[in-house]
Every structure is written in structure tokens, then in C-alpha cells.
């Protein structure tokens, strides 16, 4: 990697205000996957509204899906320090580290893989055609494609943020073999009805959907009024 990313990671991520406690527990447990497309400022935001939401989340993050949020915001490891330093940095920190858990891709082994393991859905956000793909066809090689397969086995909400266009017809085809099988397919496209005045805000649009479409609540400004 080189020593430094090529954008200013505060110019790119919305981040909400440190809380000076942890909201109460939810009850709820999400699985979050980051795939290898751009989209690292989705991912983030996503994992931080889910942890203040009051759910526990378990996080696995593929080998091009490191390289991502490197090059995107200049996080070099998997640590809540790293991808939501406002969290981190709260009187509230020590509740959200152990809210979250970050599994190796490698691990298939791990406890996300299994359809035992109860949770209330999961997000792959962003989502690159390879995993689409990987995810469509039941190959499950690394623990986020894994995770996916097993959540649409157990009848759980599946989320794919597919962050890659134009598409090809293997795209459509695993899209509607997703589709078919349960998934909700949430393409980050801004609705600029809302008329953004940030790049936050258009960030905040795709996320807000993805938290809706998992059943967590948010008070982030997606909303039509008119």
C-alpha cells in the first residue's frame, strides 16, 4: 500500500457527533460485509449508525475490501478506532468495542458462517460484481460470501449495496438470481429531490435506505416531505 491515501478521509465521511454515553442495547445483531467496489464512505457510515443504534455488530471485510478503505479514507486495520473515530474517541468507546466484532475473510470457520448463529440480517455494503457474483452462485471460498449464503438459507433480510456500473448481463442475471432468492438489491443512487448540499448528504441517502431496509431506526435526513 502506499503511505498515504489519495483523499482527505474528513472530506468524504459524515460522522455523527461523540456521544457522551452508548445508547442501550438493542438486543439486535447485524453482520456487515465490505467488499473490494468503491464505496468505503458507505461502509462506514453504515457500521457507525448500526452501533448507535444500540445493535451489536459482527463485521467481516474482504482482502480488496482492506485495500479500499485504505485508498478511499486511510484506514490501515479493522478497528473501531480506524472506522469510526468519533465512537472511539466518546466516554461512551469502551460500549461500542464490545459491540463489535471483525472476523478475518479467511475464517469460514467463524461463527457468522453458520445458519445457528441467530441474527437480524446483514449488508454487504459496497458489493463488487466478484462477490455479487460469488454470492449468486453459492460460492462461498471466504467468510463474506459465506455469511451472505446463509443468511438468504435462513430466510434473514440480505442487503447487497452493488457499487458497479455500467452492468454487464452476469450482473443482471445474478442480481434477479438474488432478487429471486430473497435479497434486496440497494444500488447507492442518491434521490436528489432532497437537493444534498454535501457529498455527506448524498452518502447519508444510501445508507439511510440500507438501515431501513433492515428494519433500524436512524434519524438520518432521507425522507420526502413534499
Not at 441467530?118 to 466478484?130: E, F, K, N, Q, R
Amino acid at each position: 500500500m502506499p503511505d498515504t491515501p489519495r483523499r482527505d478521509p474528513e472530506a468524504m465521511t459524515p460522522r455523527c457527533e461523540a456521544p457522551s454515553e452508548a445508547p442501550a442495547p438493542s438486543g439486535k445483531v447485524f453482520v456487515l460485509g465490505v467488499s473490494g467496489a468503491s464505496g468505503a464512505p458507505y461502509a462506514v457510515r453504515t457500521l457507525e449508525q448500526m452501533l448507535m443504534s444500540g445493535a451489536t455488530v459482527h463485521a467481516v471485510i474482504s482482502e480488496y475490501g482492506q485495500r479500499l478503505l485504505f485508498d478511499e479514507l486511510g484506514v490501515r486495520k479493522p478497528t473501531l478506532d480506524e472506522l469510526c473515530p468519533n465512537l472511539a474517541s466518546s466516554p461512551a468507546a469502551s460500549a461500542f468495542e464490545e459491540r463489535v466484532i471483525f472476523h478475518p475473510n479467511k475464517d469460514v470457520g467463524a461463527v457468522i458462517a453458520s445458519g445457528s448463529f441467530l441474527h437480524d440480517g446483514m449488508a454487504v455494503v459496497p458489493c463488487s460484481s466478484t462477490s455479487l457474483g460469488a454470492i449468486a452462485t453459492g460460492e462461498g471460498s471466504n467468510l463474506l460470501t459465506r455469511a451472505a449464503m446463509v443468511t438468504l438459507k435462513e430466510r434473514r433480510p440480505l442487503v447487497i449495496c452493488h457499487r458497479e456500473m455500467p452492468l454487464n448481463l452476469i450482473d443482471i442475471e445474478n442480481m434477479r438470481t438474488l432478487a429471486l432468492a430473497g435479497a434486496s438489491l440497494c444500488s447507492p443512487n442518491p434521490g436528489f429531490y432532497l437537493v444534498p448540499q454535501s457529498i455527506h448528504e448524498i452518502i447519508d441517502f444510501t445508507v439511510g435506505k440500507v438501515l431501513d431496509l433492515l428494519g433500524i431506526g436512524h434519524d438520518l435526513k432521507i425522507r420526502w416531505d413534499g
